[in-house]
Nanobody, 122 residues
Framework: QVQLVESGGGLVQPGGSLRLSCAASGRIFSINTMAWYRQAPGKARELVAD???????NYADSVKGRFTISRDNAKNTVYLQMYSLKPEATAVYYC????????????????WGQGTQVAVSS
């Protein structure tokens, strides 16, 4: 069974840092774009950052210069390094990946992780 598992969330003070990880596992043939989304209470889910298989990146304006997305293709893992965190970054963070798997081959499908909570508060 293909799954994405996030880790690294928690409580941090304003101005602090956190690093989120998300590992894909299962019968995966290829991974295209990987991304991080977040959903704050009462708000819609929004894109934070994404990264293509060729390592091209894209960021939401609200996190540019403070967050960095990266990936390790050998480990099927995507990371989100977050610096200078603000209270408005409090949300559940979800990773997703567009993957070709034994179930979707030759096509691909978007898979989602279960989410990890990030809370920024003093």
């Amino acid at each position: 069974q293909v799954q994405l598992v996030e880790s690294g969330g928690g409580l941090v003070q304003p101005g602090g840092s956190l690093r989120l990880s998300c590992a894909a596992s299962g019968r995966i043939f290829s991974i295209n774009t990987m991304a991080w989304y977040r959903q704050a209470p009462g708000k819609a889910r929004e894109l934070v950052a994404d990264i293509t298989s060729g390592a091209n990146t894209n960021y939401a304006d609200s996190v540019k210069g403070r967050f960095t997305i990266s990936r390790d293709n050998a480990k099927n893992t995507v990371y989100l390094q977050m610096y200078s965190l603000k209270p408005e970054a409090t949300a559940v963070y979800y990773c997703c990946a567009d993957m070709t798997t034994s179930t979707t081959w030759p096509g691909q499908s978007r898979y989602w992780g279960q989410g990890t909570q990030v809370a920024v508060s003093s």
